[in-house]
Nanobody, 127 residues
């Protein structure tokens, strides 16, 4: 079992930065790929970024490439999402998730590959 708690969301002006954190509990954290997804009002949840268990492999959605960076610290059981050059269209609730696999070299990008989800943290970017 993995329990996930996100933090770091808030209100920021366009062009600003935020760093989201997701703290995990559970002995299997370091064996899991982790992902960030977001959901804007009236829209489906969408993939943002993912990182495999070792941190060697990452993937980022085209919409955030060059602006967002996912990273993890297995010693602290935490995954991060550094968000720079924020745009109003980045406004959403951001969720972290842990995948259903074990020591996968792949950084999963679809919601059905994730078993564990946090409660979400809201990010609002004003223009």
């Amino acid at each position: 079992q993995v329990q996930l708690v996100e933090s770091g969301g808030g209100l920021v002006q366009a062009g600003g930065s935020l760093r989201l954190s997701c703290a995990a509990s559970g002995r299997t954290f370091s064996s899991k790929a982790l992902g960030w997804f977001r959901q804007a009002p009236g829209k489906e949840r969408e993939f943002v970024a993912a990182i495999n268990w070792s941190g060697v492999n990452t993937d980022h959605a085209d919409s955030v490439k060059g602006r967002f960076t996912i990273s993890r610290d297995n010693a602290k059981n935490t995954v991060y999402l550094q968000m720079n050059s924020l745009k109003p269209e980045d406004t959403a609730v951001y969720y972290c998730a842990a995948d259903k696999y074990y020591l996968s070299t792949y950084a999963a990008t679809t919601t059905d590959e994730y078993d564990y989800w946090g409660q979400g943290t809201r990010v609002t970017v004003s223009s």
